[in-house]
């Protein structure tokens, strides 16, 4: 079970919304756990709605400490973030920073099938650049896909 938000005028629970805030996104930060301990590090990613579902994808050299740890565990956390904006004011205490962000945990593995690794390469390529591309499995093969299957994600905007 989540901790419920301490703010919950500011979540955003609604899943529709939370698509919509993911797709102003670009950079997602996944948090692994290896032998060395806690490792974060940001990613561009695609997205798909599978089912009642979300799904991020990746892709990644085809060996590293990434790949290790997911191997080693594949439970990873994950957060998203957008809309900054300062917010000034006459005195430091009363300045702020508007945001919008996602966090949420997840079960990361490898694709290993060449036909889903050209979709989330293909769905990558789309939300970083807003253009279509296709790949062929030569391609797809000559990285690694990683597949993040979304558990459990909350949204939350601070205006």
Do not use: W
């Not at 798909?48 to 060996?63: E, M, P």
């Not at 945001?99 to 945990?105: D, E, H, I």
């Not at 989330?120 to 970083?128: G, I, K, T």
């Amino acid at each position: 079970m989540m901790t419920p938000m301490r703010r919950a005028e500011r979540e955003i629970a609604d899943f529709e919304q939370q698509l919509e805030l993911l797709a102003r996104c670009k950079v997602c930060r996944l948090g692994l756990r290896d032998e060395e301990g806690p490792y974060i590090l940001p990613l561009n990613f695609g997205f798909a709605r599978q089912n009642d579902g979300l799904v991020l994808y990746f892709h990644s050299a085809k060996a590293g400490r990434k790949l290790r740890a997911i191997a080693a565990d594949p439970l990873v956390a994950f957060e998203l973030d957008t809309d900054h904006q300062l917010r000034e004011a006459k005195e430091p205490c009363g300045f702020g920073y508007a945001y919008a962000c996602l966090t949420g945990t997840g079960r990361a593995e490898l694709v290993d099938d060449p036909e889903e690794k050209c979709r989330a390469l293909a769905l990558l390529m789309r939300h970083q650049t807003g253009r279509d591309f296709c790949f062929t499995p030569q391609q797809a093969d000559a990285v690694a896909v990683i597949r993040l299957r979304v558990e459990r994600m909350t949204g939350k905007v601070c205006r």
